[in-house]
């Protein structure tokens, strides 16, 4: 197949972040992309050897149409505290300079299920910023990858109700409930084999994906699980923990009267213990078709990914420098 039925040319917002730096390092490894990296003008954040660095003015419509210029796929990732209008703002300039495809700033579960619509704190906010890209005239391809594993579990208490600093741990309902959930690095890999394939014209192809979701996970775990994976990387047991049990919905709903009431961890809260209700839409493995197999990712060893959390916690990491 020659070069040209692949995409060549592709822009990443946010290429120095968590998992922006995975999809920069495994689409250069491939050699089939010029990878540019959009960062705000004086950033000192660094990005993956072999991509061009670009600076923008993030507030700027024309320096963001002149970044933007000739690019074929644009992939966004943002950070949570980032403004609700800078998506917006990058989906209009990639419109204005002909991009063909956009990987929203969409990471997570099923956000096309009705029952998880109404309640997620994710889904109605996703299938809005999709509907923005396809509404320019654009297409996307939204990644649903589940949680991130390593970053969920260094959370602590507050996602996977694992808090590795303190040997805490909570059970949603009773810890049974299993969900798909993916590393950062499968999420580069996932990115780097889509934009490997032909663009069209084969199985597969980049258009199979066009205007849906590329479904993948890392592993399908429950948090009973994954306090078992934390115990052999650090050689304790249940007796060196304090374990405490609370119900999916309660939790669920005290997290949304907390965040009404000012504390931001009850965003959190709420946002990880909805999908763990109980045949509650969360698991999105039982309705959507999982892509690894098609991709041709690899299979990862649970106890690497939780080895992983628990050195970012054990260094003092910070989810948000």
């Known amino acids: 197949m020659p070069p040209s039925d692949y995409i060549q040319r592709v822009a990443i917002v946010g290429a120095t972040g968590h998992v922006g730096t ?4 495994e689409l250069v490894k491939t050699g089939k992309h010029t990878v540019t990296a959009l960062v705000r003008k004086g950033s000192t954040g660094t990005i993956a050897s072999g ?3 670009t600076e923008v003015d993030f507030e700027n419509q ?6 933007l210029a000739g ?3 644009l992939v966004i990732t943002l950070s949570a505290r980032a403004p609700s209008e800078t998506h917006a703002s990058i989906i209009k300039a990639a419109a204005k300079a002909g991009v063909s495809y956009v990987m929203p700033n969409v990471y997570g579960g099923d956000f096309r299920n009705e029952e998880m619509m109404k309640e997620d704190l994710y889904s109605a906010g996703a299938l809005e910023r999709c509907n923005d890209v396809a509404n320019s005239g654009m297409s996307y391809v939204a990644m649903v990858c589940g949680f991130w594993y390593e970053w969920s579990l260094a959370l602590g208490s507050i996602a996977f109700g694992i808090d590795i600093k303190t040997k805490k741990a909570i059970f949603y309902d009773d810890g049974q409930r299993r969900l798909p959930v993916s590393t950062w690095p ?3 890999q996932a990115l780097a084999k889509l934009l490997s394939l032909p663009e069209s014209g084969a199985e597969p192809s980049l258009e199979q994906w066009k205007n849906g979701m590329l479904c993948f996970a890392s592993f399908h775990v429950n948090q009973r699980e994954m306090l078992d994976s934390v115990h052999r990387v650090l050689g304790d047991s249940d007796a060196d923990w304090e374990i405490q049990y609370e119900s999916s919905k309660e939790r669920y709903e005290k997290g949304l009267a907390d965040m009404a009431n000012g504390d ?4 959190a809260r709420a946002l990880y213990a909805r999908p763990f209700y109980p045949n509650g839409g969360g698991d999105f493995k039982a309705d959507l078709k999982l892509n690894n197999e098609i991709l041709g990712l690899p299979e990862e060893k649970l106890d690497d990914a939780t080895r992983t959390a628990v050195d970012m916690v054990q260094s003092g990491w910070q989810p948000f420098p």
Request: glycine share 8%.
């Open 22 to 25: 995975h999809f920069t390092q």
């Open 51 to 53: 991509a061009t660095r």
């Open 264 to 267: 931001h961890t009850g965003f």
């Open 62 to 67: 024309d320096s963001l149409v002149a970044a």
């Open 186 to 188: 499968l999420c580069g």
């Open 71 to 73: 690019q074929q796929f």
